[in-house]
């Protein structure tokens, strides 16, 4: 059956393809967030093992949203590692960096997800798509805080 939405196809489309970027960058920042969980050493290990815990639940549960959100605009959401790689904006990590890499590359990785999601609100806006243009906004502010806190790690 037809989607009556009162945007386009080809506004949807535009939207959908934007969020598939979200959601390769989202997957991508959830997986090394993960593996930085496991792999993290030395004397911040308990600070980083419980905050990497944090983001990566959260990324978790915000992947769901940003495909359902995909589906409800009619196009498929792209679910496999070749898909993201193909659409993500962030480099997978080489080897096991030392914590202090980690939390650098995790700012890169979260501010990359804030521009990628920054990146589809002129289009969700234009078309009025309202829910996508939330969406997009609470994961700016997560992101943007979270880069914050990885930042602030940073610090002397
Ligand atoms: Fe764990």
Same mark, same amino acid.
């Given at each position: 059956?037809?989607?009556?939405?009162?945007?386009?196809?080809?506004?949807?489309?535009?939207?959908?393809?934007? @969020?598939?970027?979200?959601?390769? =960058?989202?997957?991508?920042? &959830?997986?090394?967030?993960?593996?930085?969980?496991?792999? *993290?050493?030395?004397?911040?290990?308990?600070?980083?093992?419980?905050?990497?815990?944090?983001? &990566?639940? %959260?990324?978790?549960?915000? *992947?769901?949203?940003?495909?359902?959100?995909?589906?409800? /605009?009619?196009?498929?959401?792209?679910?496999?590692?070749?898909?993201?790689?193909? /659409?993500?904006?962030?480099?997978?990590?080489?080897?096991?960096?030392?914590?202090?890499?980690?939390?650098?590359?995790?700012?890169?990785?979260?501010?990359?997800?804030?521009?990628?999601?920054?990146?589809?609100?002129?289009?969700? =806006?234009?078309?009025? =798509?309202?829910?996508?243009?939330?969406?997009?906004?609470?994961?700016?502010? /997560?992101? %943007?805080?979270?880069?914050?806190?990885?930042?602030? @790690? @940073?610090?002397?």
């Amino acid at each position: 059956m037809e989607i009556d939405i009162g945007i386009s196809k080809e506004d949807r489309a535009k939207i959908a393809g934007g @969020l598939s970027k979200l959601l390769a =960058d989202s997957y991508t920042l &959830y997986l090394t967030t993960h593996n930085f969980h496991w792999n *993290v050493t030395g004397p911040m290990f308990n600070t980083l093992h419980l905050m990497f815990e944090g983001q &990566y639940n %959260e990324l978790a549960l915000a *992947v769901d949203l940003i495909a359902e959100r995909i589906r409800a /605009l009619g196009f498929p959401a792209p679910g496999s590692y070749k898909q993201f790689q193909k /659409l993500t904006s962030i480099a997978e990590p080489e080897g096991v960096p030392s914590a202090e890499e980690m939390i650098s590359l995790l700012v890169k990785g979260q501010e990359a997800v804030a521009k990628t999601a920054r990146g589809v609100v002129k289009i969700a =806006d234009k078309a009025s =798509d309202e829910p996508t243009l939330d969406l997009l906004t609470q994961r700016m502010q /997560l992101h %943007e805080k979270n880069a914050w806190m990885l930042r602030s @790690l @940073l610090e002397k």
